[in-house]
């Protein structure tokens, strides 16, 4: 296995709410054979396992086996840094959909540090808005017009597109920089929300909008931990220094 | 659509021998998807209509109407100018396999004027040596160690790899230039077999092994018609000048 063959370990397949249990092993088969081997089920129920396991074929059994389950989509994505929102309609999400070929490029000097996640919705309605508000990028795999493309499809496509640049075509081991995890960007953002409330920025009707453009601008710094404290700090002095209510 | 789309008419995806209809189906499904819509069966009998259809979905029922059927494979290539023989095996087979991307870089120029085959074969055992003897290239898809993509997903695969390039990155209008279909470059085959035995230069010991390195040599050549022809006259000259025996 070469060094950056490693660096698969660090991507996560995360399918939210997927309906039929048969679509998240043939993802894990579609995962596997491009090396990438952490599958992230996030749903009401832990799905059935035969029903998953039919599809994983022997070859993928094992990473169901491993697979993480958890009911909430903030708790599945605290470990990584980057969320790959992947979505099928192009050009009217807020952030602009970009290639699978390009998100590839964009991730890889962040995989020796970080952890990636691919988030893929359900697969008759995709992401929602709420789901894409946890995602930095989004991802759509160009095709004809009226395609439709199955889950496994597209989790394949992005799996082939990930092997292809970050094994296959054998980079120099990459430089290495660690930015902040969901979990920490999550903190500041909720540290954000509440300052900005405090103040009376945020008002109940455009409480949502506001925090929305402050979340894709924010989004698109690759924060480092030190930099969401430091955030979180000056919050902490803006409403010790406010006026109290 | 543009005009580069128009090309993807050009492209046929061949499935030899499949043993299951319904990855006719999903093979049909994946194609459509990324624009490429003719579809050839090679194999003992028309497969059953219903256990395709019930995969293709309706997206890609129309496909299915359309999809040439054939009992041997030259007749099945005869229009192609390049058959790009697809392979999981890398590095065992006489032409070394490129990777789907690599190929289809290679095929671009000769995409506006001539007709392409992407040839796969059936889902246990891969294509045969002589099925391989029909290819001018050979593409393996680049995957982890002991994976298994199913015929769909290799489809799948190729098709976005073409789309991605031919509308995607949409590229100038390509220049045009017109090679030799394979029945024409058969023909010649042909021709070049029963000069060179009757010249006693195929013997019938050594007959395979130098005619598979005469095609192998000739493949590699993108020969004109007019350049078969003229190897023809060649050995119709020689054969005329040869001894009576």
Not at 118 to 130: A, V
């Amino acid at each position: 296995m070469s060094a950056n063959q490693q660096l698969l370990n660090n991507i996560a397949i995360v399918l939210l709410n997927p309906k039929y249990p048969e679509n998240i092993g043939s993802a894990a088969r579609a995962a596997w054979n491009m090396g990438i081997t952490r599958i992230i089920v996030v749903g009401d129920e832990y799905p059935d396992h035969t029903r998953m396991a039919k599809l994983a074929t022997h070859n993928a059994a094992h990473l169901l086996d491993k697979m993480e389950f958890h009911e909430n989509l903030p708790d599945a994505l605290a470990p990584f840094s980057q969320v790959i929102g992947t979505t099928a309609r192009r050009g009217r999400q807020r952030i602009p959909a970009k290639s699978p070929r390009i998100i590839v490029e964009n991730i890889l000097p962040l995989l020796p540090e970080n952890e990636v996640a691919f988030l893929f919705g359900p697969e008759d309605s995709g992401l929602s808005s709420e789901a894409l508000q946890y995602c930095q990028q989004t991802s759509a795999i160009p095709t004809a017009d009226f395609s439709s493309l199955n889950l496994a499809q597209a989790v394949s496509i992005h799996c082939y597109e990930i092997f292809h640049a970050v094994v296959h075509e054998q980079k120099e081991p990459l430089p290495a920089y660690k930015i902040a995890n969901s979990r920490e960007t999550e903190n500041m953002f909720h540290h954000l929300d509440r300052t900005l409330s405090h103040i009376d920025f945020l008002k109940e009707k455009s409480h949502d909008y506001y925090m929305r453009n402050i979340r894709q601008f924010l989004g698109k710094v690759q924060m480092s931990a030190k930099e969401t404290s430091l955030v979180r700090g000056i919050c902490r002095q803006f409403i010790a220094n406010a006026k109290q209510k």
